[in-house]
DNA sequence: CCTCAGATTTGGATCAATCCAAAAACGAGG
DNA sequence: CCTCGTTTTTGGATTGATCCAAATCTGAGG
């Protein structure tokens, strides 16, 4: 009857402290070391002994505490990512295709959003150190020190990149070929009859506004065009799609067919046509980058390049958690390919001397 | 020169273990809890002191270790974060939001994504109660067990809602006032002379859609047309809008205006009504919900009731800092006021008897 | 009954910070 | 030079888990 110091357990110490691994093993008889090995599903411990502390865990209400457990274990089931615009549509598909990852994986993610400022996401950059996560999924902000990534290694923080890359191979990444999906789209116009064909880029200095530019570059020259090969840099907004085109529809002979950077500008360029009187897809033709939901219900519907967000969103996870589970890997760079559907927003070229013949390429919903 | 032990620092050292307090209390000859308290800020140091310290966190490239911080002063500075759609541009907006204030409150958060999934949102909450997070942005998944709030509150666990919410009052909550919202939308058009005035809305039963519902159902009783009043219910996408529509428009005598649970659905509407050779906001009025940045740039512009998601996420962060900082003030409730933006797709009514009166409300781009 | 290998269990040290009561240093006044 | 009251600084305990080497338990074989 007297009270024994083995049923330390009253209603109300529970909200004095919260219970931990010795009140645990106290409850049920074991070491706290015991606890512990059932905790992480240890093959360890025998049945009998298992399933008498996982009664005591649920009954005492124990909830597991991963900051105590990293402090040791140094490894925290925890993730960085940064990226320069979430409220971009493309970022949410990309960290919904993360989070799917990561939920799998018992892992748990920090987002920031930089803004695309190298200073808000040096400063989250240093807070993730702090907090030791074990690996980092980074779209590097526009004008990030190349040296970035090498620094990163020093502190040896895995780290992968994301659509974007700076400094030196090699080094993680995930993202999709630009470079190609440009070249699809150049090439069905080609073969549409189209020879002007403008390219409605960015004017940022990054992989992936680069890639983008080689592949219409390259595209050009492969079919012969370099005398009509045309590139108009810019913000990569609508109003920029909107603007653009019809400046150059004032123009003479006029381009048949602009590709644009992205969705957005390609909605914008479609508006712009309107807004003239003329039809996109009859009048000139338009291609986005990305095939964003509202390019498929748009009117006319919006041929695009697909990019695979919510993919590449996981690509990029599954390549972080590979990177922690063997940090001196080779690195390994997932690059998907980009994929054209075509829709009613690029029809065959009327305006040039060409025949215009039907267009015979694969067409999408 | 004999190895002294208050010198501890050799280069391959800082490899072996990190740099902790006590190497730094070493090199600037001081004691570990006097870099502690410089560290925090603290007052107490004297200046000399606080520089040379300060001199020994940078020679020797400290980082500091915020889990264990966090196990002593059961505090982590982390918030968690959990939506429902991520990859809806209004989350992304609203994510924004939440990110420049905890920025500025020097806090971190978790993102999870539930997918409207109450099980996946435990596991998420399961999870974050174990890195002892401060608090908790929840909006929370459809069907929600409604006593999950004050199970939260028994766990001592600070929580916002965001945009719906479950149990019974008090509770912290960020939103707009959907209520209001729609019925700004019903008096415009009954101003401009409508009267039979459908609301294209969600199925689901958690609050907002409740409130929407009841704003549409008392706005129309107050102007007289409880006769005409109706409601479709069904999923809040754009191909719902954009089919639900052309049945109503099939109907004789068929409805003047239809006011939408969101923008996609608006803008499927006016997809439908273009697809049966009508024109919207002339044939048929069409107000959304939301402002997306997508409505004031499609064709017709589309009138929307503004929600302004970046706003609601920095109040809902503004709110869960305050609540942190002080678990057992009263509890809040922010509700924004909508704002309904009109512009060419709700016009004055062309079809009833009514004669048809020019809107003189106010117009934005 | 003893031995020994294999299966379980354990306690003490450790991770890197904060808390707190007490000690030390300091400066002014007697 | 000695108090006395601030201002600074300090060491030991504490937080809640994991690691690891050693202790204990088991059961089969001799």
Redesign the interface.
Known sequence: MAESPETPSSPRESARHSVTLQDIAAHAGVSRSTVSLVLRGSSLVADTTRTRVQASIQALGY??????A??RASR?F?LG?VVYD????F???M??GI?SVL?RENY??????SEDSPQ?QQ??LE??????VDGLLLCPAEGTDPALVSRLADWSLPCVQVLRHVGEPPFDYAGTDFELGVRQAVDHLVTCGHRRIVFLGGDAEHSATQARHRGYHEAMRAHGLDDVHRVIRGPVT?RAGFDAVQRLMQESPRPTAVICHNDLMA??AM?GL?RLGLTPGQDCAVIGTDDI??AA?S?PALSSVATHP?AIGEEAARLAMRRIADPDGTREQVILTPRLHVRDSCGPCTADATPPRRCTDVVDI
């Not at 979430?86 to 549509?89: E, F, L, M, S």
């Not at 748990?108 to 959003?113: K, P």
């Not at 807070?127 to 030791?132: A, F, G, L, S, V």
């Open positions: 909830v597991y505490n991963r900051g105590a990293a402090l925290t925890t990512v979430i409220a971009n549509p970022f949410g598909a960290v919904a989070d939920h748990v993610s920090f987002l920031a959003n808000r400063r989250f807070r993730m150190r702090e907090q030791r609508r909605l914008g508006l309107q939901e509202e219900l009117l919510y």
